[in-house]
């Protein structure tokens, strides 16, 4: 079989899929033919246009919301998918939230909040969905980290510690546990990427410190994504891929 067929029986689930990141993510997976769930968690009319854009231009995608902090909406959503598909190809765990200050100010539930999407979101959505891979002998399994997850942020220290968390557990222990069924593990850490969450940022300043001078788009991240999924990218496992214009 040609990989072009292969890759058209695919089934992908992207989490966050509504905007940003991963709406670029989940249309450039479908661009190769693979039938694409949609996760949004409360964006629902931005998810839709997501839907619409992908039907447009001929492919084949459905909308899935659930919260990746709950485990059993999230888990309903794993059942969901193999009932409807038999099988789930490819995860891309993208929904992630930010919520920034500094330590001192940082209450309990500031932390916990974005530990529970960032980093237990990938547990929930991820157990489940290797169940299922292990017995097909094939999965891609990609964790969106961050550049804050590598070097630490100033004001993000739970956002870096969920990030960092994505790559030293989600992504390189995992990776050893599946690597011999042809499921690869990797996580992608961009840097500053015109999106919402950086919508609130001094982009001119934050500008200066980038060596390619500019923003990424998420498109940039998407490619890389489509690469990391392919069958040519069955040798890559655990590794982290930084897409971050040179501020790493
Ligand atoms: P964004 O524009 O704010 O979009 C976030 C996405 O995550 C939305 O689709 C949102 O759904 C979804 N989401 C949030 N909480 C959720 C939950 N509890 N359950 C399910 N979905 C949830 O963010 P982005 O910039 O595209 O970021 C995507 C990922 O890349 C995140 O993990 C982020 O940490 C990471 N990242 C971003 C940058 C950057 O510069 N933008 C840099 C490094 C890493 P709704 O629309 O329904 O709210």
Redesign the pocket.
């Known amino acids: 079989m040609s990989e072009k067929q292969l890759e058209k029986d695919q089934i992908a689930l992207v ?8 709406k670029a993510i989940a249309k450039a997976l479908s661009r190769t033919g693979r039938f694409v769930y949609l ?5 629902r009319e ?2 839709e246009n997501t839907l619409k854009e992908i039907i447009n231009h001929g492919g084949r995608a459905q909308l899935l919301q ?4 709950s485990r059993k909406e999230s888990e309903k959503a794993i059942k969901q998918i193999i009932k409807q598909k038999g099988q789930i190809d490819i995860l891309v765990n ?5 919520d920034d200050m500094l330590m001192v100010w940082m209450k309990q539930e500031n932390w916990q909040n974005v530990l529970d ?2 980093l237990t ?1 990938f547990f929930n959505v991820t157990r489940l969905t290797v169940k299922h891979m292990l017995p097909k002998r094939f999965g891609r399994i990609v964790n ?1 980290s ?2 804050s997850g590598q070097t630490g942020q100033a004001g993000q220290v739970n956002y870096s510690a969920s990030k960092a968390g994505l790559i030293g557990g989600a992504t390189k222990a995992l990776a050893r546990e599946v690597a011999k069924r042809d499921i690869t593990v990797n996580a992608v850490a ?4 015109e ?4 919508d609130d940022l001094k982009v001119k300043e934050i500008t200066k410190t980038i060596p390619a001078g500019r923003l990424g788009k ?1 498109e940039e991240v998407a490619a890389a994504i489509v690469f990391l999924c392919s069958k040519d990218a069955g040798y890559i496992t655990g590794q982290v891929i930084g897409i971050n214009g040179g501020i790493v």
Do not use: E, L, Q
């Open positions: 989490t966050g899929a509504s905007r940003g990141i991963g996760n949004y968690n409360s964006n931005k998810a659930f919260n990746v902090s993208n929904a992630g939230i930010r999407i960032n979101g969106i961050s550049a961009p840097g500053f990427i999106t919402d969450m950086t998420p």
